[in-house]
């Protein structure tokens, strides 16, 4: 059974920080990039970064520059994303997502908050 599972959302202070996890089952996660997508209450899920199957090629959205690391252990079969000095605007139910052609799998999420 294919199963990507997010975990490690909480709710934190501004300027705390998180680690997401996203564990694949089911599949060979190491052939497949993935992305962590984020949507906040009433919009757009959006994309925050990708990289690469061998971790070779990462890329972010401008709003999580130099704030957010994404890095992935395929030993593991996890991809993580550091979250610092997270923003208000952060709050989001964060999702991962692996690619290979024209496979796509998709996690059920998991919920940051970011509030005082």
């Known amino acids: 059974q294919v199963q990507l599972v997010e975990s490690g959302g909480d709710t934190v202070q501004p300027g705390g920080s998180l680690r997401l996890s996203c564990v694949a089952s089911?599949?060979?996660?190491?052939?497949?990039?993935v992305s962590w997508y984020r949507q906040a209450p009433g919009k757009e899920r959006v994309l925050v970064a990708t990289i690469a199957r061998d971790g070779g090629s990462i890329n972010y959205a401008d709003s999580v520059k130099g704030r957010f690391t994404i890095s992935r252990d395929n030993a593991k079969n996890t991809v993580y994303l550091q979250m610092n000095s997270l923003k208000p605007e952060d709050t989001a139910v964060y999702y991962c997502k692996a690619v290979r052609i024209l496979t796509t799998y998709w996690g059920q999420g998991t919920q940051v908050t970011v509030s005082t």
């Open positions: 089911g599949f060979t996660f190491s052939i497949y990039t």
